[in-house]
């Protein structure tokens, strides 16, 4: 269950959503109810149109309010411009592995600098984590939500795949290990962003059966 200072949060972000064409996502911390009573909150806005400079200013500096108003931290690692908004169509284009085309069949490279966080293509690939990692539908589209997590759920399954070596059907645990830890050790923001194993599981199951990928059977764990 939430706390209400937490649920108030979410509630407030949530009334933000100005496009009903797209929808607002909650992820990180508040998503897991994991969060400290000064965590950053984790969004991401969706909507049909794009936002000019204008208007993502404006969502950017209501969205900072709602940190300021409720004491919590300011995260702007990945610049809010970068992480804040993207169209349908720039979801898309992350649910089905935009992001990852250039480094495809290999171990993405993670740069933790702004000149890498403010690339179109660590954009994408931040957009298809939110989508593959724990969050909190808040509102909005969605049908478009659904069809969009269901698409980067199936991408997984592949990505999965494009890293495993002997490039057969992967058993479940091996799709877990190639999307979890990179082949020297990264993991968590230094790869891939996922957090959470537990869910990651989860999204692999599905999209191993929705991309139609034959699942090999699982291996007895060595006691």
């Not at 091996?174 to 962003?193: F, H, I, M, S």
């Amino acid at each position: 269950m939430i706390p209400a200072p937490a649920l108030t949060v979410l509630l407030e972000a949530a009334g933000l959503l100005s496009d009903a064409g797209g929808y607002v996502l909650a992820y990180g911390s508040h998503a897991t109810g994991t969060h400290q009573p000064t965590s950053d909150l984790d969004l991401l806005y969706t909507g049909d149109h794009p936002l000019d400079d204008a208007d993502l200013s404006a969502l950017t500096a209501a969205v900072v309010a709602i940190h300021h108003r409720h004491g919590l931290d300011l995260d702007e690692e990945v610049p809010y411009p970068v992480k804040l908004y993207a169209t349908g169509h720039e979801v898309d284009q992350a649910a089905a592995l935009a992001g990852f085309k250039p480094s495809w069949g290999t171990a993405p490279p993670t740069v933790r600098e702004t000149w890498f966080l403010s690339t179109d293509a660590f954009r994408l690939r931040l957009v298809f984590n939110v989508l593959t990692s724990p969050h909190v539908f808040l509102g909005g589209n969605v049908t478009a939500y659904h069809q969009q997590v269901r698409c980067a759920e199936r991408s997984a399954a592949a990505l999965a795949q494009s890293l495993i070596a002997h490039g057969g059907p992967p058993t479940l645990q091996e799709a877990w290990a190639a999307l979890w830890r990179a082949p020297d050790g990264r993991t968590g923001k230094d790869y891939l962003g996922y957090l959470v194993a537990p869910h990651l599981l989860s999204v692999l199951t599905r999209g191993l059966t929705d991309h139609q990928v034959p699942v090999a059977p699982r291996r007895q764990l060595s006691r």
